[in-house]
């Protein structure tokens, strides 16, 4: 059995402003270390990623390196990322101002948010199916 593929192709990004909106009107965040992680079940087999970071949290050199970390923390992750109730997630990944972390540490961070969206939706899901019973 070959290995899962590491690439982060175009159609694991999310590039439309109503995208991001979507997944913001969702109402569904985890803050962990510097990051705020928005989540909100799609329904395709893999996950998609966007990135907003603000020019609060530096100069376009060290917005475009964070951006880069990011996208590599979840470029390694997205294979053991757990499933919503209704296939994959699309993220979305705000950023304070911090001190440059290593890769493993954003990883870290991105898993424990991820980890705690993925029970709240499966609340919502199973809130969801009680009331339709």
Known sequence: MSAPSLSFPRKAR???AKQYAAVYDAKARKSCGPLTVFAMPNALK???LGVAIS???GSAV????LKRMLREAFRHDQHAFPPSPR???DLVINARAHDPAQLSAYRAWLNEALAALDREWHKRAAK???HDA
């Open 87 to 89: 296939g994959s997630y």
């Open 46 to 48: 893999y996950p998609r």
């Open 128 to 130: 969801g199916a009680r």
């Open 62 to 65: 060290v917005r475009t390196r």
């Open 14 to 16: 999310l590039t439309l």
């Open 55 to 57: 020019r609060k949290v």
